[in-house]
């Protein structure tokens, strides 16, 4: 990660057309309006586009011309760096100029207002990627200081820090290894990894949201619920998505999703199926510009497909089992689903995750199980301790995430549990917390 | 109970519950770096006078044998080598040197083509907490971003910055096992730690190229050495530590360039640079523990030749030195 100071003009550009484009908008009708619309995601999907996808198209390019024997004059790949967050913050403020064109929010007039629902910093790099009807009035406000949302917002930081360093970056160690070099491991390695970047990805995901949450709530501010325990209650892939990075996934069902299965209508399931596949490719791709990301939102595409084309016969078979059964064993098909598109989420290349598939499912034994594969780079008998702390915080993460709420906030009225409960995580934090970890994994994007 | 009272019940009785669990561990940690806690207690704590001080990274550590150059240039010399070190590591050792030794004669530098690859980046930076009374070592760190305050005033946060497999060395040697940095038939003396006896039977090379980058503070961070060493009339003199049939050269990029800057440097400030790549035994694979590190008996082979070297460069009257 570094810090490009030119950089700074590129929110600056973006944060302008979009300003003047709000205004614009408000106050014109018909044509003009809709070209104004049009401007302003001109001007934000191109600054994501050149950042972030320009060299991902030229090397498919250049690949294609390579494959047809054109190889005289390759397109130049650049030498640049994609902006921290600029996934978020162009999404955010697409959403702004979209709702002041649907007439669902006033634009604002204050320059410096709308700057900072660009750029508030707590969500600024990670997101939640924030709507301008939650945001925009909170900045008009007056914030006094509360000693309560205090409390409330260093508790649910303190839960974010926990699931950041003592799980997710510890887990990280055992996946990074693994998945570096895929072809030297067991199968049940390879089993293991996967489950736990399962852990991995939503344990700093959502502690980088608990985080941002939470210190907004210092302020006074409330930010939009990201996860909701997505493992523990999601009983199919559609469910899941309404729990994981639900900021996202409300942003692609209100602004793709949905004008798309509108303009599909007449092709009915079909019409529907085509909506779900287009802004599933675009979320995998707007994850990364890699073919893996890709794949991963089809595969999800394909799960969200099979859960409507099925939802009468699951409704039907629901009913002879019973209810506790049937859902218990749909949480674990869930998880068991989500756990092979993790795999091309995570893996480096397209070749490297149908390896790891074709490893898994073919039980791969040609090498030794190692419980503990950092022997692989320290030669020693290194993090059994490591391992078992991961493998009881996560447990100790669910328990605690299936008897609370998002926000922790029961803990407010039982002061001595949220004591105890504090003082724990907090001395886990201390002791067991790694502090020379990768930074969040979502900042890539 | 008052969210603020609450908020420091939380935090007093946390740190009341880590410092007691944090403290052994990291106590017993600087006695399971049994080598490391010696070399850097002498470097920044004792105040020995040497006459000669050998600084770079494992490459000065594991391949300068300060024994035979004592017997060879007639001085009292130490090995001031860190692993994996940089520029940074090496301006901070010698400053923390200055602070309680006399100055040394004579400094010899020896420059890696990683020498200037990081940015202010100290490698395994906690062993240096137990040492902060030294003030130019807690001013280095604290300038190269470490925060040394917190350690200072917290000293059990430092278990915050060991890593698993340093935790769990702490924990076992707790339970009684009894390891140390030092492997078996090794030994340390003055700094100085030998490789093992092994050598090289293959002699492929990496496959992935590594750019030798020249960051700026580094090149920064050198010329601020030489300027203390100015300051304190310490002789400077740049050697490059021989490698197996150039094959670091080989599989690296940007060497060039580095060689240049070094040997720019040399000429500038007057320094001698005496490059040890192109000698005899370089070619000698039964010398070598890997393409960049001589083992124990190389040490000794090498260790010789440099001092000859020395003697060749240093001035001609050993009172000069001593």
């Known amino acids: ?209 608990d985080i941002a949450l939470g210190s907004a709530q210092v302020m006074g501010f409330k930010l939009m619920t990201n996860f909701n325990r997505p493992f523990l209650y999601a009983t199919n892939i559609t469910e899941f998505w309404r729990r994981w990075h639900i900021s996202l996934y409300t942003w692609f069902n209100d602004y793709l999703y949905t004008p798309l299965a509108i303009a599909f209508r007449e092709y009915m399931k079909w019409g529907i199926a085509a909506a779900i596949i287009i802004t599933f490719a675009l979320s995998g791709l707007w994850h990364g510009a890699n073919w893996t990301f890709v794949i991963w939102g089809l595969l999800h595409a394909t799960a969200l497909i099979y859960d409507m084309l099925t939802k009468k016969i699951r409704k039907k078979v629901s009913k002879k089992i019973p209810a506790s059964i049937y859902r218990v064993s749909s949480i674990l098909i869930t998880f068991v689903i989500l756990n092979i598109t993790w795999i091309f989420f995570r893996a480096n290349t397209v070749s490297d995750a149908f390896l790891i598939v074709k490893h898994i499912f073919t039980l791969y034994h040609q090498v030794p199980f190692k419980v503990t594969v950092l022997d692989l780079v320290t030669q020693s008998e290194f993090v059994r301790l490591g391992i078992l702390t991961g493998v009881l915080m996560s447990t100790f993460m669910m328990v605690t995430e299936s008897r609370l709420s998002a926000g922790l906030s029961e803990l407010n009225n039982k002061p001595i549990v949220d004591f105890l409960f504090c003082t724990f995580v907090l001395v886990s934090i201390i002791l067991l917390g790694v502090f020379n970890g990768s930074s969040f994994i979502y900042f890539q994007f | 109970m008052q969210p603020f009272i609450r908020i420091i019940a939380v935090v007093v009785t946390a740190f009341i519950i880590a410092w007691p669990l944090a403290t052994p561990i990291n106590k017993v940690l600087f006695r399971y770096r049994h080598h490391d806690a010696k070399r850097l207690t002498e470097i920044y704590e004792n105040n020995t006078a040497y006459d000669m001080l050998f600084i770079g990274a494992s490459r000065t550590h594991r391949d300068i044998y300060p024994r035979i150059i004592d017997s060879i240039c007639g001085v009292n010399s130490y090995n001031a080598g860190t692993e994996s070190g940089t520029i940074h590591d090496f301006k901070m050792t010698l400053d923390g040197f200055l602070v309680n030794h006399p100055a040394p004669k004579v400094v010899v530098l020896t420059m890696d083509l990683s020498s200037f690859m990081k940015p202010y980046d100290i490698h395994f930076y906690p062993q240096y907490f137990p040492y902060l009374n030294n003030k130019a070592l807690a001013h280095d760190l604290s300038e190269y971003g470490y925060n040394v305050n917190t350690v200072k005033l917290f000293p059990f946060l430092m278990i915050t910055d060991f890593d698993d497999f340093s935790k769990e060395s702490a924990i076992q040697m707790i339970r009684g096992r009894d390891t140390t940095d030092i492997s078996t038939g090794d030994f340390d003396y003055k700094g100085y730690i030998s490789n093992s006896d092994g050598y090289i039977k293959k002699t492929e090379l990496e496959k992935v190229h590594k750019n030798m980058n020249i960051h700026p503070e580094s090149v920064s961070s050198l010329n601020e050495m030489l300027e203390v060493c100015r300051l304190h009339h310490i002789k400077v003199i740049f050697t490059y530590a021989p490698e197996y049939n150039f094959n670091l050269q080989r599989t690296r990029t940007n060497t060039d360039n580095v060689f240049s800057l070094i040997t720019q440097t040399a000429k500038k400030n007057s320094i001698p640079y005496l490059r040890d790549d192109s000698l005899n035994l370089c070619r000698n694979p039964r010398l070598f523990a890997n393409n960049g590190h001589l083992n124990k008996q190389g040490a000794v082979v090498y260790s010789a030749i440099l001092a000859k070297e020395l003697n060749k460069v240093l001035p001609p009257s050993a009172d000069k030195i001593h």
């Not at chain 1, 302008?16 to 001007?43: M, N, P, Q």
């Not at chain 1, 294609?64 to 005289?72: D, S």
């Not at chain 1, 064109?101 to 910093?121: C, P």
């Not at chain 1, 491991?185 to 489950?195: A, D, E, K, P, R």
Request: contains cysteine; aromatic residues 18%.
């Open chain 1, 1 to 209: 990660m570094a810090f490009i100071p030119i950089y700074i003009l590129i929110l600056f550009f973006t944060i302008i057309i979009d300003y003047i484009a709000g205004i614009i908008i408000e106050g014109e009708t018909g044509k003009r309006r809709r070209l104004f619309l049009i401007i302003s995601i001109v001007a934000n999907v191109g600054v994501l586009a050149f950042f972030k996808y320009f060299n991902f198209f030229t090397e498919n390019v250049n690949g294609l011309l390579a494959l047809l024997h054109i190889t005289t004059y390759p397109i130049p790949l650049l030498k640049i760096i994609l902006p921290i967050g600029l996934s978020f913050h162009t999404f955010q403020a697409m959403s702004y100029t979209i709702e002041v064109y649907r007439g669902n929010q006033k634009a604002e007039r204050h320059f410096g207002i709308y700057a900072l629902y660009v750029m508030f910093y707590p969500q600024l790099t990670a997101g939640p990627i924030e709507r301008p009807q939650n945001m925009l009035h909170q900045f008009h406000e007056e914030h006094k200081f509360d000693s309560q949302n205090l409390l409330n917002g260093l508790r649910l930081m303190l839960w974010g820090f926990f699931k950041k360093l003592v799980i997710a970056d510890r887990l990280a160690q055992y996946v990074t290894i693994v998945y570096a070099f895929p072809g030297q491991f067991h199968y049940l390695n390879l089993v293991i990894s996967t489950i736990f970047f399962g852990f991995q990805i939503y344990c700093d995901f959502s502690g980088y949201s």
